[in-house]
C-alpha cells in the first residue's frame, strides 16, 4: 500500500501532480479543501460548521478535520493507497494522522513538497482565476492562505524529514518533468 501526502503552498501545483499520481497509482485522492467545498456546497452539517471558517481563510480546527479523514479513508478500505492532499498543515495534523494510520495498521510512505516561490505562485492563481472561480482565491483569502502556509505549515515539513519520509521536488516546470520527478521519489520508497 502506498500512502503519500503532497504538499505545497496554494498554486503550487498539487492537484494537478494529484490527478497525474492518481491515475498512475490507483490511489485514493483526500484532499481536505475539495472535502471542505464539497460540505459547504452541500450545506451539510460539517459544511455549515466549517462555512464560516474557511470563507474568512482560517484553518479549519484540528478535531473536525480529522474526524473528517478519518471518515473517507473508512469509505475505501480495500484501497491500494491515499494521497493527501492538503493535509496535515500542522504538526499536531502529523501526530493525528500517524496515529490514525498506525491503529488502521498503515503508514506514510513518503511526503512530497513541492517548491515553487511565491511570486510564481500568485502568477499560477492569476492564471487559474481566469479559467475556474474559487472563493479561496480572492485576493484577502488568497494573501491569508499563502502567509498561513509560510508561517505555520511549513514547519510540519521537519516532522516527516526527521522521520526520513520528506522529499522537496522544484515545482518549476513543464507538468510532465514535475511528474517525473514526483514517481521517482515513489519508485524509491515502495
Known amino acids: 500500500m502506498l500512502n503519500m501526502i503532497i504538499f505545497g503552498p496554494p498554486g503550487a501545483g498539487k492537484g494537478t501532480q494529484s490527478q497525474k499520481l492518481i491515475e498512475k497509482y490507483g490511489l485514493v485522492?483526500?484532499?481536505t479543501g475539495d472535502l471542505f467545498r464539497?460540505?459547504?456546497?452541500n450545506n451539510t452539517p460539517l459544511g455549515k460548521k466549517v462555512n464560516d471558517i474557511m470563507a474568512s481563510g482560517a484553518l479549519v480546527p484540528d478535531e473536525i478535520t480529522i474526524a473528517m479523514l478519518e471518515e473517507e479513508v473508512q469509505k475505501?478500505?480495500?484501497?491500494?493507497?491515499?494521497?493527501?492532499?492538503?493535509?496535515?498543515?500542522?504538526?499536531?495534523?502529523?501526530?493525528a494522522l500517524d496515529a490514525f494510520m498506525t491503529r488502521r495498521s498503515m503508514t506514510v510512505n513518503c511526503v512530497v513538497a513541492l517548491d515553487v516561490p511565491e511570486e510564481e505562485l500568485r502568477q499560477?492563481?492569476?492564471?487559474?482565476?481566469?479559467?475556474?472561480?474559487?472563493?479561496?482565491?480572492?485576493?484577502?483569502?488568497?494573501?491569508k492562505r499563502i502567509a498561513e502556509y509560510f508561517s505555520k505549515t511549513v514547519h510540519v515539513l521537519p516532522y516527516?524529514?526527521?522521520?526520513g519520509k520528506l522529499y522537496t521536488v522544484n515545482?518549476?516546470?513543464a507538468i510532465d518533468e514535475?511528474?517525473?520527478?514526483?514517481?521517482a521519489v515513489v519508485e524509491k520508497v515502495t
Open 29 to 31: 485522492h483526500i484532499s
Open 38 to 41: 464539497w460540505h459547504t456546497r
Open 76 to 95: 475505501t478500505p480495500n484501497a491500494a493507497g491515499f494521497l493527501f492532499d492538503g493535509f496535515p498543515r500542522t504538526v499536531a495534523q502529523a501526530e
Open 124 to 143: 499560477r492563481i492569476a492564471k487559474r482565476k481566469e479559467i475556474e472561480k474559487r472563493a479561496d482565491d480572492e485576493e484577502e483569502k488568497l494573501n
Open 160 to 163: 516527516y524529514e526527521r522521520q
Open 171 to 173: 515545482g518549476i516546470g
Open 178 to 183: 514535475i511528474f517525473q520527478a514526483i514517481c
